[in-house]
């Protein structure tokens, strides 16, 4: 599995809340990247990501510098492209509120025409400091859901 790429002051040792997902679509890489790489396609399968607008850069297939607002976890976010390698790297950086973020996404293919989706998220920010041991689990869970109905609606055949 590749390694995340850790912006300064974002990197897991630390960081109030840590977050590992991983999983699995039968689907192949490019489907599964023609879906991830569309933030306004988010909410039709992931419940925690509301109303993403573009700011700036390419929409509504994102690219490296593209940024984007959007409400996640009932919180408003604004979030930038830091890190895009087509059908492999996916990362973004962002907060709102005084909380910051890195969210990254690593994809590889299983060797059988599907896809081994892995995501890691850092939160930092003084209400993540607060609520980081009751937030991290949630955001684990959420997370997973976010992973596996990544993997199922690729797995449709349809394209956003």
């Not at 890489?29 to 988010?42: C, E, G, H, I, M």
């Not at 890190?83 to 509120?97: D, Q, S, V």
């Not at 890195?102 to 850092?122: F, P, R, S």
């Amino acid at each position: 599995m590749s390694e995340i790429i850790w912006p300064v002051g974002l990197e897991p040792a630390g960081a109030p809340i840590y977050a590992v997902n991983d999983g699995h679509s039968r689907a192949p890489r490019d489907a599964v990247w023609s879906w991830l790489v569309r933030p306004d396609q988010w909410p039709t399968y992931y419940r925690n990501a509301r109303r993403p607008r573009p700011r700036s850069g390419p929409w509504p297939e994102v690219a490296l510098d593209s940024t984007f607002t959007w409400l996640t976890f009932g919180a408003p976010c604004t979030s930038t492209v830091t890190e895009f390698e087509p059908l492999e790297r996916f990362a973004f950086t962002g907060g709102g509120m005084g909380e910051v973020g890195h969210h990254a996404w690593v994809l590889t293919d299983d060797g059988e025409g599907g896809t081994i989706i892995h995501t890691e998220e850092t939160q930092r920010g003084k209400l993540i400091a607060l609520f980081g041991p009751v937030l991290q689990s949630w955001m684990r869970s959420q997370h997973q859901k976010w992973v596996d109905n990544l993997a199922r609606t690729a797995e449709t055949g349809r394209r956003p």
